[in-house]
């Protein structure tokens, strides 16, 4: 496995790094690791895939109702 140095990083980019890293459970070389294989593997920005793991953190622990509870209600409402 290679390795990547990169230098001249901002400071809050260094330290926003390590904030998302601590929130997913990584160490920042395996999260920087992560976004760069998510950007290649999905062609994607990674402004959006920050904005998409904002609303994944956002979302953390709220109540989801399953999809076929959702559409079995709708269907039984139909039916009255």
């Keep these: 496995m290679g390795s990547l140095l990169i230098r001249n990083l901002d400071d809050s980019l260094i330290k926003g790094l390590a904030d998302r890293a601590s ?7 395996e999260e920087v690791a992560s976004i ?3 950007t290649l593997a999905a062609g994607q920005s990674p402004e ?7 609303l994944r953190a956002a979302t953390a ?6 999809s076929e509870l959702l559409l079995r209600e709708d ?6």
Excluded: F, K, N, Y
Excluded at 23 to 29: D, I, N, P
Excluded at 61 to 66: A, E
């Design 36 to 38: 760069l294989q998510h």
């Design 48 to 54: 959006l895939i920050e904005r998409l793991a904002s």
């Design 23 to 29: 929130r997913s459970g990584r160490t920042v070389e």
């Design 75 to 80: 269907r039984d409402s139909d039916h009255r």
């Design 61 to 66: 622990g709220m109540c989801r109702t399953p």
